[in-house]
């Protein structure tokens, strides 16, 4: 295991940030860390890099306890935190050139890896232009490069593609698609269920500070919910007629008034509830089951439960 916790509890005075956490993440994998605002993750992934320290409970990372190896832990990680830290008044060739210092790069070598690094988040266009002068695109890109400097074996990117614009989202996916291949162990956070589904070998589910499930994403869909997904405009008394006289009651997810119903095969149950009176023509659609669905019912009750 490249990151292993155990019984990890972080508390941040009354509040329980992290709750008796047991977390392990195999190299070679995208891991996906999932959950709602204020579940846990940012505060799980500071303990792994070595900035918060464990209330108690162990965290090992590379096999070493990574309060104790600061030093030598972080020389074989690279982290993208939730908010970027980059120097504002210089441009994204200098951020990278002094932070390829502190890993104690110089001469030819740092200045390849610093062209490397431009090119491979397409970067090169705004080289040279302040920080403070670039979108939040470019600032996003130029965090995750310099989270690359020193080759890391483990990249750890704390929502890396929030508040991008789709195509730069696409390009940052194929780029972390890339690096895995290459090897690299990824453990990323982020809210965008498409995005895990897309990227992620695994992902576990975080709800006030455990994790809840955890599984290849298809597998959690099976496990959860069902492969498909109907959708229906629908007050609860009107489900309720809808649905009158079916055998089994399928699972269920109600946001307003928009029931969704899960089922191995929509075909039958979309045809059910058609010829019913009540059915009037009402909006219904069947689409796949996605990881959103089960996100959804596994924590969404919970959501207004953080302050
Ligand atoms: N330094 C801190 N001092 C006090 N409370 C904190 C601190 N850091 C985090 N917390 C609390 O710990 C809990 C978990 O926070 P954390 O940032 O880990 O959640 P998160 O899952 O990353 O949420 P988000 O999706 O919003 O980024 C929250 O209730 C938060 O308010
Ligand atoms: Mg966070």
Redesign the pocket.
């Known amino acids: 295991m490249i990151v292993h916790l155990s019984g990890v509890t972080k508390r ?2 009354e ?1 329980v ?1 992290v709750d008796d956490l047991t977390l392990n993440v195999p190299a070679g994998v995208c891991f996906g860390l999932l ?10 992934l500071r303990m792994i890099y070595g900035v918060t320290l464990p209330t108690s409970g162990e965290v090992r990372v590379f096999g070493m306890d990574a309060a104790r190896h600061v030093r030598a832990v972080r020389r074989r990680l690279g982290v993208t935190l ?1 908010q970027n830290v980059l120097i504002e008044t210089i441009s994204p060739r200098a951020n990278l050139t002094v932070f390829g210092r502190y890993h104690l790069m110089d001469g030819a070598d740092l200045a390849r890896r610093v062209e490397q690094l431009l090119d491979f988040l397409e970067l090169r266009s705004h080289a040279d232009v302040p920080v403070n002068k670039l979108s939040g695109g470019y600032q996003r890109r130029l965090a995750v490069a310099l989270s690359l400097m020193n080759r890391p074996e483990l990249l750890i990117l704390d ?1 890396p593609t929030t508040g991008l614009d789709p195509a730069v989202r696409l390009a940052l996916w194929s780029r972390v698609r890339e690096l895995r291949r290459g090897g690299t162990t990824v453990l990323l ?1 982020t ?1 965008y269920m498409d995005e895990a589904q897309r990227l992620c070998d695994v992902v576990a589910i ?1 709800s006030a ?1 455990d994790v809840i499930a955890q599984g290849a994403p298809e597998a959690l869909i099976e496990r959860y919910l069902a492969r498909e997904t109907v959708e229906l405009d629908a007050t609860p008394e009107e489900e309720h007629a809808l649905l009158r006289g079916l055998e089994e009651s399928p699972p269920r997810y109600r946001a307003g008034n928009r029931t969704m119903l899960y089922t191995d095969e929509a075909g039958p149950l979309l045809e059910r509830i058609r010829k019913r009176p009540e059915f009037d023509d009402r909006a219904m659609v069947a689409r796949p089951t996605n990881l959103e669905d089960v996100f959804l019912a596994l924590t969404g009750t919970r959501l207004e439960d ?2």
């Open positions: 941040f005075g509040r940030a959950g709602p605002n204020g579940a846990g993750k940012t505060t799980t939730q929502e956070t809210h975080m500070g953080d302050p």
